[in-house]
Structures are given as structure tokens and as C-alpha cells.
């Protein structure tokens, strides 16, 4: 699920240079915006004026007990999210925007005073949204918009419940609860990529555990196909990963490049469609074939939240190596504070084990 680190600063610096002072004062305005709105409008979670269904309420004390559930597994004092609802006049939360170099495996980036550096942008107005799509269109940047499910602030704020939530499955709830607060848990200052790959793994790993010890039935057999299915698009996404990647390092010219990088996609677009038609639990080739197009944008994006997860995976075989104990999973993890940006990926990519990486780091 996608997360959002908001920043109510009113001056910061970004690292586009085509976009303006004034287009950055009205984008941090609008989040400030958002925010004030959020705080003028939550109520308490308890407060018996709360209109809402039956239903409703019975997610409401989903949320509250798999809350209850991750700070213990977690080992979190407290956790400042859902104390608080507020109900929205639309129908999504809001949207990311993840802009990619055309010619580069590579997000753009922007930099917050305090919040630190996102590879993507949080938008909680369509129209703004859609003028900043334009914005990096004309420059020539790949470019992907997705919703945003729900999002962290890591204890700037008191994250509240939001109305948009309780249209997710029981299931989508708790991975998003155990997502957000493994955020609280652990998170990388200015690496995106690692941060939400590292929640994005352990989500699956604890809401498993909630529901085996909240004798919860789970259909084992949809999740081992999914497993698999899942692994078949991570082998396949992996191919064209590294295809790009060696094209945009070649020598040829650019024009030759976009060429070459437009047959590659084209390729991938056929697996996908094939994926799709084949794959019966596993809907991510479907999401991507949604997008306008197939880009650097929206390949990164899915990258970022779904990294491998086959029980030969980096982070599979640290949480064995920790005996399967969540925490001191957390703990190793910390120590790679110290390494760069680019040593952490190759960790979650696989091509170098935790021993090696943090011996290099240190």
C-alpha cells in the first residue's frame, strides 16, 4: 500500500529545476492545507456521533485491535495513528506521483527540510495534480499517478482514520495497519526505495501472524498460488528490469536508446497480458497494463512495493536467520543505517547477502 510523509514547511527546495518557486509554494500550501483540514475536522474515534454502518464500526474495531496486535509485535510504546476520524468528500485519499528520468532507472527525487528526500510527490487535489503531470510531461520525464491507500507521518502528526479506509477487504486493512506501523518501527531517512520495500515484505510476514493468532480463516491455498504467481511476475519484471537498465548504460545515442527501451516495454506489455490471462490470484500485471502507459514511472513504482519475497529473498532469509523473530529482523536491518542508498537496494536485489553489506558498511 502507498504512504505519503507529510511536510507543512513552507520552504524547502526541490530538485527539478523546471518547476518554479511558485509552483513549490502552492504545492507545500496545499499540504499544508490538507493537513489543517485533517486536524479541524477529525473527531475521536470513540465519539458516539460518529454516523456510520454497522460494517463500518466492525472495521473501525478491526483497525483498533490489529493496532493492538502490531505494537506488541512490533514492541512499539505507542503508536500516534487512528486516534481520530475524518470523514472526506471523495471517494480516494489522494494521489502519488512518481516522475523517472526516460533514459534512467531512476525516480526523480525531492528534498524536504526536516521530512528528507521522496522519490515521489503526495497530492491530496486533483486539479494540482494533474498540472504537475503536464509539468513533467512537457519535459520529457515518464511519469505515473496511483492512489494513495494511506500513509504515515512517523509521529509528526496523530494519523488519523480516514472514511476512504473502511471501503478496504478485512484483509487489506490489517496489511495496511501493519504497514504503516512498521514505518514507526523502522524508516530510512531519504531512501523511499528501501523503507517501503523492507514494509512491504514484513506486512505479509505479520498480518499472517494476526490472523493464525486470531484463529482467523485464511485460504492457504490462495496464498500459496498467489506465492507463485507472484514469484513467476517478480522473474519476468526482473528480465526487463535488467534489460533497461544495460540499454540506458550503453554507449548507442539516445534517439537509438528510446528506440530499443520502446521495443523492450513493447515485449514486456505481451508477458504481461499473458500473465494476466494465466494468473488467477495475483493481479499485479493487471494493474500495470491500467496505466496509460508502460514507463520507467510506473515500473519503479511497482518495484518500490513489491519487492521479491520467495523464501530465497534477502529479507526471507534475515528474518530465519533472526529465527523468524520480527524485532530482531528490525534490529539487523537498523545496522544498515550506514550504508548508501545504492548498497541497501542491491541488498533487497539480491546481489548481496546482510554479512557482506553491513562488513562493507561498517
Not at 97 to 116: I, S
Amino acid at each position: 500500500m502507498i504512504k505519503f510523509y507529510l511536510s507543512v514547511f513552507l520552504f524547502f527546495f526541490g530538485t527539478v529545476a523546471e518547476i518554479t518557486y511558485s509552483d513549490w509554494i502552492k504545492y507545500v500550501y496545499h499540504l499544508y492545507s490538507h493537513q489543517k483540514n485533517t486536524i479541524l475536522n477529525r473527531v475521536d474515534i470513540k465519539d458516539k456521533n460518529i454516523f456510520l454502518s454497522e460494517e463500518e464500526n466492525k472495521k473501525i474495531t478491526l483497525i483498533h485491535n490489529v493496532q493492538s496486535f502490531g505494537k506488541k509485535l512490533y514492541q512499539l510504546k505507542t503508536s500516534h495513528s487512528f486516534r481520530y476520524f475524518v470523514k472526506l468528500n471523495r471517494d480516494v485519499l489522494g494521489w502519488n506521483l512518481t516522475a523517472a528520468y526516460p533514459l534512467k532507472w531512476e525516480a526523480v527525487e525531492f528534498h524536504f527540510p526536516v521530512a528528507g528526500t521522496f522519490s515521489y510527490l503526495g497530492f491530496f487535489d486533483n486539479d494540482l495534480k494533474n498540472k504537475w503531470i503536464e509539468k513533467f510531461n512537457i519535459k520529457g520525464y515518464d511519469v505515473y499517478e496511483s492512489e494513495i491507500g494511506a500513509y504515515s507521518t512517523l509521529g509528526y502528526f496523530s494519523d488519523p482514520l480516514f472514511s476512504t479506509y473502511l471501503k478496504f477487504s478485512d484483509y487489506g486493512l490489517i496489511s495496511t495497519v501493519l504497514h504503516e506501523m512498521s514505518h514507526e518501527k523502522l524508516y530510512f531517512k531519504n531512501d523511499t526505495f528501501f523503507s517501503e520495500s523492507l514494509s512491504s515484505f514484513i506486512e505479509e510476514v505479520a498480518a499472517e501472524r494476526y490472523l493464525q493468532q486470531n484463529k482467523i480463516k485464511f485460504n492457504r491455498i490462495s496464498m500459496n498460488l498467489y506465492n507463485q504467481e507472484f514469484s513467476a511476475f517478480r522473474k519476468a519484471f526482473e528480465l526487463v528490469k535488467k534489460k533497461l537498465t544495460l540499454l540506458y548504460q550503453s554507449q548507442i545515442d539516445e534517439k537509438q536508446k528510446l528506440t530499443h527501451k520502446n521495443r523492450i516495454l513493447m515485449d514486456y506489455k505481451k508477458t504481461l497480458i499473458n500473465q494476466n490471462e494465466k494468473f488467477r490470484v495475483c493481479k499485479i500485471p493487471d494493474q500495470i497494463l491500467r496505466s496509460k502507459e508502460i514507463n520507467n514511472a510506473v515500473l519503479i513504482q511497482f518495484d518500490r512495493y513489491n519487492p521479491p519475497k520467495e523464501e530465497e529473498s534477502n529479507f526471507s532469509l534475515l528474518l530465519k536467520e533472526s529465527n523468524n523473530d520480527i524485532n530482531i529482523w528490525f534490529e539487523k536491518l537498523s545496522k544498515l543505517d550506514t550504508c548508501s542508498n545504492e548498497q541497501r537496494k542491491s541488498f533487497v536485489e539480491g546481489s548481496i547477502v546482510y554479512k557482506k553489506l553491513l562488513s562493507l558498511c561498517l
